[in-house]
């Protein structure tokens, strides 16, 4: 409840500054912005380069990250602070073909407390047996090879939306403590889905994985470009392929119980540059790209 709070507080303070001022004031060239950020949030960021700069590297912390042309000689980028944060302030800074440096953002890390939640479950479903654990590793390296391919510019041109409007189970980042020993992160949403609901694409995109894995099922992963990614899980059945463009609304698969799952319903993810991070952070700083 505190933390549902916490998020229509944080959403009513960015609806305001969209009444008092224009939506994305965008920077000037050489003007260094200052962002606040929260550990499992993105950030739309706009920057203005020189001509002959686009193909300068963007980093932040130690991750080079993509950025694309806004118009203008603007562009922008997600920057997606890991749930993980050590909370330190940090900048994000073009490196140029001679090795020069631009700081282009700062970023402030604001805390967030994420709720706990504990849970009895039985015992075989968090220490599992050697050959489900060599499945599920060996599909852990079979995904971090997908998520490396992402395109380098957005498929998308509108703002992302939720992928269902059903009751929200488990919301993005509940620490959740199993059997009051094992510990993990809830990075994820799950709505309210009986096995069979048609499930959306929640902006266009390429589907980079369409099948069953170990912990989430029947799965679908769509590549929205610039190292966005969105995960649909525990379905009960697939409709596209890898490779397939879809569109924002396209039914990729219907909602199910499969692979670790407690019951019916759909989990989704939203990963950015390796960090899963809350979806509806995204579904709000793309609406200041696309107003
Ligand atoms: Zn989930």
Redesign the pocket.
């Known amino acids: 409840m505190k933390y549902l709070l916490l998020l229509l507080l944080s959403f009513q303070a960015c609806a305001s500054e969209k009444k008092s001022g224009p939506v994305n004031p965008l920077p000037a060239l050489n003007e260094i912005i200052t962002v606040e950020t929260q550990p499992g949030f993105v950030r739309w960021v706009s920057f203005a380069i020189e001509p002959g700069q686009e193909t300068a590297e963007l980093w932040c912390k130690d991750q080079q990250l993509k950025h694309a042309p806004l118009g203008q000689g603007r562009r922008f980028a997600y920057i997606a602070e890991t749930y993980f944060s050590d909370l330190k302030p940090y900048t994000c800074r073009l490196i140029l073909k001679n090795k020069t440096e631009i700081p282009i953002v700062n970023f402030l890390v604001k805390p967030f407390k994420y709720k706990e939640e504990k849970l009895k479950v039985d015992f075989r479903t968090v220490r599992l047996s050697k050959k489900d654990l060599k499945r599920a590793q060996k599909e852990q390296r079979m995904l971090a090879g997908l998520y490396t391919q992402s395109a380098s510019e957005p498929y998308f041109n509108r703002a992302f939306v939720a992928p269902l409007d059903s009751f929200i189970t488990?919301i993005y980042g509940n620490r959740r403590v199993y059997n009051n020993a094992h510990k993990s992160q809830?990075l994820?949403?799950?709505y309210r889905a009986a096995v069979g609901v048609p499930i959306p694409a929640v902006n266009r995109g390429r589907v980079l994985f369409a099948g069953d894995l170990f912990y989430t099922g029947g799965t679908v992963i769509i590549d929205h470009g610039m190292d966005i990614f969105t995960v649909y899980?525990?379905l009960s059945e697939v409709k596209t392929q890898a490779g397939q463009i879809v569109n924002q609304g396209d039914i990729v698969a219907l909602s199910g119980h499969t692979g670790r799952s407690s019951g019916p319903?759909l989990?989704?993810?939203v990963k950015i540059h390796g960090h899963y991070v809350n979806g509806y952070s995204l579904i709000e700083e793309t609406k200041k790209q696309f107003p």
């Open positions: 488990s809830h994820g949403t799950d899980g525990h319903h989990h989704w993810g």
